[in-house]
């Protein structure tokens, strides 16, 4: 099992505040960090994507404001993460540069991965940063943030992530080792080493968090892996307390699988097949339907006529001249922008439009091909 995260190839890992943070001083876990930092690039150097969903920005900044121990009111919280957002990416920053690796920061909200238009644009980001050999470093954005920041967990937020950019892997470090069949401190307590379906049974056995930093628990893990293996990747649970934490998963370390049960592809093929409903057609001539069938884009030069009223990122039907639905996919283009480049070739796009879109109207990646 181990093999799995050091055969990935693309790993999204999240790190909690009480990993990162030192409780005592309120500083950076520094040795700890460049322990991880190697081993990002270690996955790396084996080809791997890696992104980062990293916690700490509120632990770090309230401490250089001096706020009071305990719970602390909205508007601190959203001061706290403002000041410490600045230290979190610097240390990432410096602990990625040390391997020569370059940290993007990305601050995202739940919103931004539910509404259409602003996850296509972080997705759009993402990718951005990966082809770039960059390491996203994503955190939710507290400063702005207040529903998120109340019951909000990075555990939840990774999956969303993960999910986004076809993740193969997920990696939460935690401060337990695995998942239990009770709390791990209770005597009867067993270590579930893999969760092949995650049942009423399964879900009975969460609990609540004993961190006094973070604001996740063994609940919002499960519902990360329901998110995660749902979208094709598999999760693992693991303490992230020892230096190089993700080599001791590798090495074969005490850790908990969710494994998934399709690939980051096919599971979402299956999600635009079958789980969005089409607001428009894309009506496309016999080139591009014999393109569509050799796992081709669908290109604008192909298309005759669209149909309906859609945003980009809606879900179209492709149909033949006949009438025949071929297949579904998400549309590249508003619907007002894709009637102004049907029939024409892809490089007269910014002449048309007025700014640089993509060159196909439904890239082969977010098309499917349905049966005849």
Not at 117 to 143: G, K, M
Not at 253 to 280: E, M, Q, Y
Request: proline share 2%; aromatic share 4%.
């Amino acid at each position: 099992m181990s093999s799995r995260l050091s055969s990935a190839r693309r790993v999204v890992i999240k790190i909690g505040s009480a990993l990162l943070v030192e409780a005592a001083s309120g500083e950076v876990k520094r040795a700890w960090l460049d322990s991880l930092a190697k081993d990002i690039a270690g996955l790396k150097a084996a080809g791997a994507d890696v992104l980062i969903v990293s916690s700490g920005a509120i632990a770090l900044g309230r401490r250089k404001l001096s706020l009071k121990v305990g719970a602390l009111k909205l508007e601190e919280k959203q001061a706290a993460a403002a000041v410490g957002q600045i230290a979190l990416a610097q240390a990432w920053a410096n602990a990625l540069g040390a391997e020569g690796l370059a940290a993007g920061q990305v601050l995202l909200t739940l919103t931004d991965t539910e509404s259409r238009r602003r996850y296509l644009n972080a997705r759009a980001t993402l990718f951005t940063l990966l082809r770039q050999t960059a390491i996203p470093v994503i955190n939710e954005n507290d400063t702005v943030a207040t529903s998120e920041i109340r019951y909000g967990d990075n555990d939840r937020l990774a999956a969303r992530v993960a999910s986004m950019v076809s993740a193969d892997c997920l990696v939460l470090l935690s401060d337990v080792d695995g998942f239990y069949t009770a709390s791990p401190t209770a005597k009867n307590a067993e270590l579930i080493a893999e969760v092949a379906e995650i049942t009423p049974e399964i879900s009975a056995m969460a609990g609540g968090s004993d961190s006094d930093v973070g604001s996740g628990g063994m609940i919002t893990k499960l519902e990360a892996a329901r998110i995660a293996t749902s979208a094709g990747a598999s999760m693992v649970i693991a303490s992230g307390h020892p230096l190089n934490p993700l080599q001791c998963i590798i090495d074969g370390g005490t850790c908990s699988w969710f494994t998934a049960a399709a690939t980051p592809a096919a599971a979402r093929k299956r999600w635009i097949a079958g789980a969005l409903t089409p607001v428009g057609r894309i009506i496309v001539d016999g080139g591009a339907e014999a393109a569509l069938k050799k796992d081709k884009s669908l290109l604008p030069a192909g298309v005759t006529a669209v149909e309906g009223r859609f945003s980009r990122g809606d879900t179209v039907s492709i149909v033949t001249l006949g009438g025949k639905e071929i297949a579904r996919g998400l549309i590249a283009y508003d619907c007002g922008d894709a009637e102004k480049i049907i029939g024409r070739q892809s490089s007269e796009i910014t002449s048309l439009l007025g700014f640089s879109g993509r060159d196909e109207m439904v890239h082969r990646d977010d098309l499917v091909l349905l049966g005849s």
